[in-house]
């Protein structure tokens, strides 16, 4: 069964650094999305892209964030300069079509800023 | 007032017995609706979509939706303690972003 991959599963970092999480979504999918999930809080929704754009974005998604699909099949997301407020579960999701339809969560990137 | 809002738990059920979950949403034209399970340090895994009033069943799952009351709820039926996590009702307009609950944690004790 296809599945959204991401990588790396784990990614320690120092503040300021830069970080890019990968993720590899479902092939015949058009959404994709990023979302985080602060330790013991809710999931949060980050972004949306489609069509080479972004879709949608949240408050949460300020200058210090952007995604990009290089190819046709990556999505990354990438945080300039890292706060340890960052530190968080991120998920990236994809579905197939713009209708009523279900959307898939990779395994996430455990990001932890020290 | 929370966008999506999810019964408060810890949610404690016996082995064997019906766990129900339930969740309001705040924005009238959500179209879609969906429950994940969600394991510590783990990412959500979608077990339920409802799109339509009504009920949907899936196996030891069943889903209802009263998009009149703002409402959508997940009963497990036959609960085994391999049903314990953290259940999220998240609620979607057209292909936009998910809108989470808190989480409804349930515990289901052999």
């Known amino acids: 069964e296809p599945e959204v991959t991401q990588t790396p599963s784990h990614q320690v970092t120092q503040m300021g650094q830069e970080v890019i999480l990968r993720c590899v979504p479902i092939s015949n999918h058009l959404y994709f999305y990023w979302y985080r999930q602060i330790l013991g809080q809710k999931v949060e929704f980050l972004v949306s892209f489609y069509n080479n754009e972004i879709s949608e974005k949240s408050e949460i998604f300020d200058d210090q964030f952007s995604v990009e699909r290089p190819d046709g099949s990556n999505f990354t997301l990438k945080i300039r300069s890292t706060k340890l407020e960052d530190s968080a579960m991120y998920f990236c999701?994809?579905?197939?079509?713009?209708?009523?339809?279900?959307?898939?969560f990779g395994p996430g990137t455990r990001l932890t800023v020290t | 007032q929370k966008e999506v809002e999810q019964n408060s738990g810890p949610l404690s059920v016996p082995e064997g017995a019906i766990a129900s979950l339930n969740c309001t949403y705040s924005d009238r034209v959500s179209q879609s609706f969906f429950w994940y399970r969600q394991y510590s340090g783990k990412s959500p895994e979608l077990i339920m979509s409802?799109?339509?009033?009504g009920d949907k069943e899936d196996g030891r799952f069943t889903a209802q939706l009263n998009k009149a009351s703002q409402y959508v709820s997940l009963l497990i039926r036959d609960s085994q303690p391999s049903d314990s996590a953290t259940y999220l009702c998240a609620v979607t307009l057209n292909a936009g972003k998910s809108t989470f609950g808190d989480g409804t944690t349930l515990t289901v004790k052999p």
């Open positions: 999701a994809s579905r197939p079509s713009a209708g009523p339809s279900e959307q898939y």
């Open positions: 409802i799109y339509s009033n």
